[in-house]
């Protein structure tokens, strides 16, 4: 660390690329740790259909509403995008963590139908900044030969709530009686966040002093489409939302899936699946950046369309387990390497960009996946036939990371250099 004429301590950085040198930095774990204080303020939310049902929301009502935050999710995502960059992410960040305590304290007194809309529209939008104001700093703080073990533990920081929440809410309730007083109580968790950014934002934005001074501004729309249009990262984008797809049908129509099969439990499958892609990415998160990650991409993915196939046939409580974790070690591999694959194509000024677009391809993911998969139930199709249709998608990710892989080839054979996108390429410097 050297320091700056301020006095405070400047995240080191390579002098020829103004890339960190190393990854766990001050800074860096920090916003991991306001990443995981952000997202217990949302997984509490996991039984928020029955807390609906038991404030006597209609039915007709309840699926709606319990979707508006990730409709909020899609719709603003890319209102934050053109929006956020370095130099504004960190005040972006402070007032969307006290949106989400204002919310969740909001719950208590708010049962209104009309109500309840304006309330999740307004947690959703919260949630939106906060996380694009994450990705759009914490990309400045790491290396990028350490991309995949980068993404490995950001992502552990935000599974671990969904761990955590359900089970210190089903602890509580009994002794509230109300999910509300829980949410309103759970708002606490945005202070420790809050005091570390306000204590540590001066640090933070010296910490960014030493990057390219084009990352503290907006890019001009000439720019953004130049770069919205570069073949490597509409594929990424693609396979991003193809993947995602399928684990938003999985995750929302599991329940269905094991009642029509009548093996195992979608109460199980879940935190079997949760911690076997913690246990990947804290384990195995240091060899991320060792392997060609498009192959291992690949390899991973048909696996995935291995399981898709398989699933409905599982013929035991055992089978259906392993299958769990067999989908958990997928997911956990291939989405930080997608993650570390876009940070890695992308120049030092849209890495923010980039990763934000793969977060939107995420919204879009869980926002079509329950539609589609509703219409398809609704038109008579048993819920297995789901498993098909995830399978077939995930076939056409596998065929897009193969072309995605050419095109790697073909750069590196272009320019000379090593794999270039497979193992990154020169950014703008």
Known sequence: MTSSAAGAPVLERDGATSEPKR???FEFVLLSAVSFFGFCNIAVFYSFFSYLERIGVPAEWRGFLLGLEPMA?????????AFLHAGNALRALILSLVMIAVALCSYAFTTSIAGLVVLRLFHGAAFVFLVSSILTLIV??????KSGQAFGILSVATLLPYAVMPFVTEALLPRTGDEAIIYAWISLFALPALILLLSCGKR???ALDGVDSGVMRRPVASEFLLNVRRADVLLLIAVNLLIYFCHSTVFFFMKSLVVQMDTGSAGVFFPICTMTMIVVRVCGGIYFDKVNQLRSIGIFMALLAGFFLVFAHAASAEAFYV??????LCLGIVLPLLNSTMFRISPPRFRGVNTNLALFSMDAGFFLGPFAGGALLAAGCPPTRLLDVCAGFVCLALVLVIVLERISRRQTRDTGCADAVAHGVPGEE
């Open 204 to 206: 933070i934005r010296a």
């Open 23 to 25: 990854l766990l930095s």
């Open 140 to 145: 400045h703080f790491i290396p990028k030969e």
């Open 323 to 328: 299958l769990a974790g067999t989908y958990g």
């Open 73 to 81: 999710a899609f719709a603003l995502r890319p209102v934050a995008i």
